[in-house]
C-alpha cells in the first residue's frame, strides 16, 4: 500500500518568513495529492491540491509543488501571518471515489508574531 | 462546495453503553465515506470505509464488531461504537469524497464528533 511521509513534524517561523513543509509518498500510482489544514479542536480543511499532471500550483500565498519522479510534493507558504498557526496534512490518493487518502503524521505549524 | 454534516459534535456517555454518530453529504451523493479515528496531535487513523449499499471495509487492527459501521443511503452514513469504554474515548471524523466531476477527487471532512467514556 500507499506510505506517506511528512516533515519537520514542527516547525516555528517569525511572522513574514516562509514556511515549507515535505511529503514522500511511495505508490506511483496516486495522482492527487491534497494539503489540509487543521485548527485545534476543528475539521481538517483542503487548503490546496495538486494532480499528478501538473507540476506546481499557486494560490496566494500557499503554492505546492509535485515531483513525480521523486514522489515528493511540498507545501510553501509565503509571508506567513500568525493565523497560518495549525497543523497541515499532506495526503496522497489515486483517483475514485472509493480509493482512499493516505496521510502524512502532520507539521504543527507555529507562526511568532 | 461540498459540506459534510456530522452529529454529535461532543457525547459524553457511561462505560457500557453504545453511541451513534452520524454522517451526511449535505449536498452531494458520496458512495465511499471513511471514518477516521485521531488522538490529541496525532495524524488521522483510517478505521474504516462505509460503502453505501454494501458491508464495511475495516482496517487492520480495528474491530468491526466494537465499530459498527452502516451506509443505508448514498448521503448517510453512520457510526456506532458499542459497549463504549474510556479508552474508546478521542476523536471521531468522518469524510466523504464527491463521486464525480472535478469534485471527484476532494476529500471533505465532517466536524467531528469528540467522544468521552466516564
Known amino acids: 500500500g500507499e506510505n506517506v511521509e511528512q516533515h519537520p513534524s514542527t516547525l516555528s517561523v517569525q511572522e513574514g518568513d516562509s514556511a515549507v513543509i515535505k511529503c514522500t509518498y511511495s505508490?506511483?500510482?496516486?495522482?492527487?495529492f491534497p494539503w489540509y489544514k487543521q485548527e485545534l479542536g476543528k475539521r481538517p480543511q483542503l487548503i490546496i491540491d495538486?494532480?499528478?499532471?501538473?507540476g506546481e500550483k499557486k494560490d496566494q500565498r500557499i503554492a505546492v509543488t509535485l515531483n513525480k519522479t521523486a514522489k515528493h510534493f511540498s507545501l510553501h507558504i509565503t509571508e506567513t501571518q500568525p493565523e497560518d498557526s495549525a497543523v497541515y496534512f499532506c495526503?496522497?490518493?489515486?483517483?475514485?471515489?472509493?480509493?482512499?487518502?493516505?496521510f502524512g503524521t502532520g507539521t504543527s505549524l507555529t507562526v511568532i508574531p | 462546495g461540498a459540506v459534510v454534516s456530522q452529529h454529535p459534535s461532543r457525547v459524553i456517555c457511561k462505560s457500557g453503553t453504545s453511541v451513534k454518530i452520524e454522517c451526511r453529504s449535505l449536498?452531494?451523493?458520496?458512495?465511499?465515506m471513511f471514518w477516521y479515528r485521531q488522538f490529541p496531535k496525532k495524524s488521522l487513523m483510517l478505521m474504516a470505509t462505509?460503502?453505501?449499499?454494501?458491508?464495511?471495509?475495516?482496517e487492520q487492527g480495528v474491530e468491526k464488531d466494537k465499530f459498527l459501521i452502516n451506509h443505508a443511503s448514498l448521503t448517510l452514513s453512520t457510526l456506532t461504537v458499542t459497549s463504549a469504554h474510556p479508552e474508546d474515548s478521542s476523536f471521531y471524523i468522518c469524510?466523504?469524497?464527491?463521486?464525480f466531476g472535478t469534485g471527484a477527487n476532494v476529500l471533505t471532512f465532517g466536524a467531528g464528533s469528540r467522544l468521552t467514556v466516564l
Open positions: 469524510s466523504a469524497r464527491g463521486s
Open positions: 462505509s460503502n453505501e449499499g454494501s458491508k464495511a471495509t475495516y
Open positions: 495538486i494532480r499528478s499532471n501538473v
Open positions: 505508490d506511483s500510482a496516486s495522482n492527487y
Open positions: 449536498d452531494f451523493q458520496a458512495t465511499t
Open positions: 495526503a496522497a490518493s489515486k483517483g475514485g471515489a472509493g480509493n482512499q487518502f493516505y
